[in-house]
């Protein structure tokens, strides 16, 4: 066989290399050819098996490369797969597959204990906000439609425009000056009558001096004519 050599690593941002729940999970495969031949880096594919037993449990995403690899030469690669598993311990085992002229060989990358966990939840996470924004929206409605339905709604009360009553009799007016006195306020009636006992008055003493003087005149007159 070829002398292939793989070093498999987690990225840097998982240290602990976790297998996270619902994400991609993703290796770095630094694979080496050390054999005097070329050869074609066909796929890389994996497996979950029982930690203690062995059994299979699942199998992982197969991704089709198609790269060769000159002999005495490495190639980075990138394999990424996603869980959905219980958190706990699970062994994970990645292989490589490769070809040589007509023959093609399989090459373990990766085989140990790698730690299931969940996802940290994230204020940040959309889908989460969503999920909230629903959850929220269905609590306000529900609440909603019950205060509607056990609360009578008071509506307020609209304040009626006063009304102005009408006056019981028509006012007329003539060009003389005519007036109804019931409307008038009881003051201004006091000093118009004033006014006008006063000018009958002097229309009377004028008739009167007018007549005392024609009676005058009437009486000189007849005491020339003898």
Not at 13 to 41: A, C, Y
Not at 162 to 169: D, H, K, L, N
């Amino acid at each position: 066989d070829p002398e292939i050599v793989i070093e498999t690593t987690f990225p840097e941002s998982n240290p602990f290399g976790h297998v996270v729940n619902g994400e991609r999970n993703q290796l770095f495969l630094v694979v080496e050819n050390r054999s005097d031949k070329n050869i074609t880096l066909q796929s890389v594919a994996g497996s979950f098996h029982h930690p203690e037993t062995g059994t299979l449990i699942k199998n992982t995403s197969s991704l089709t490369y198609g790269f060769p690899l000159l002999e005495g030469t490495k190639l980075q690669i990138p394999y990424s797969f996603y869980s959905e598993f219980k958190p706990g311990d699970l062994r994970l085992n990645i292989w490589l597959e490769h070809t040589v002229d007509d023959d093609k060989y399989r090459v373990t990358a990766y085989d140990s204990v790698v730690t299931i966990v969940e996802p940290e939840p994230s204020w940040l996470d959309f889908k989460l906000l969503s999920t909230y924004l629903i959850v929220f929206a269905a609590l306000g409605g529900v609440s909603y439609a019950a205060y509607s339905a056990y609360v009578p709604s008071q509506k307020p009360k609209r304040k009626r425009p006063t009304q102005v009553s009408a006056p019981v009799g028509t006012v007329t007016a003539s060009g003389s000056g005519g007036y109804q006195e019931e409307w008038i306020p009881e003051h201004h009636l006091k000093k118009t009558k004033g006014k006008k006992t006063k000018s009958d008055n002097v229309v009377v003493s004028e008739e009167s001096s007018s007549e005392a003087n024609g009676t005058e005149g009437k009486r000189t007159r007849k005491g020339k004519k003898h």
